[in-house]
């Protein structure tokens, strides 16, 4: 008895093509964001995480920042292009920083509104990328 291969071909086809659509495809039409923003957030062995935000441009009008998975959300909004915060945390969580990634939400001039997502990562560790998505 012979198997249909039409639906497996037909989902393989989907996944692929729903994978290019939500990456972006071939052309990178993110760059214009990876060039503008900058955002980091390294855990020091002082006990706390230094989340550093600059905007290139100098356009941003507003930033709403949250560290996530903590058991009160840490949550600040600054008005300005440029900023670094200061969170205090005692040590590193013991499933690692991903339970705590750092949101952005920014409203740019130009480019309207961004999100921005990032992990806390320690010094030394290869630095987390950055994800950027335009709602």
């Known amino acids: 008895m012979a198997k249909k291969l039409g639906p497996p071909i037909f989902l393989g086809v989907f996944t692929i093509l729903a994978i290019i ?5 071939a052309s990178d039409d993110k760059d ?3 060039q503008t923003f900058h955002v980091e957030a390294i855990f020091h062995d002082a006990g706390y995480v230094e989340v550093s935000y600059l905007d290139n441009s100098g356009k941003t009008s507003l930033v709403v920042m949250e560290i996530l998975g ?7 909004t600054f008005s300005d292009s440029e900023f670094v915060e200061i ?16 949101v952005l939400e920014i ?5 309207g509104h961004i999100q921005l997502k990032t992990e806390i990562y ?10 950027y998505s335009l709602p």
Do not use: C
């Open 21 to 25: 659509f939500l990456t972006g495809g």
């Open 87 to 102: 969170v205090p945390f005692t040590n590193e969580p013991k499933y690692g920083w991903a339970i705590h990634p750092v």
């Open 32 to 34: 214009i964001l990876r």
């Open 122 to 131: 320690s010094s030394g560790q290869p630095v987390p990328p950055v994800i």
């Open 107 to 111: 409203d740019h001039e130009e480019l």
């Open 70 to 76: 903590m058991g009160d959300t840490f949550q600040k």
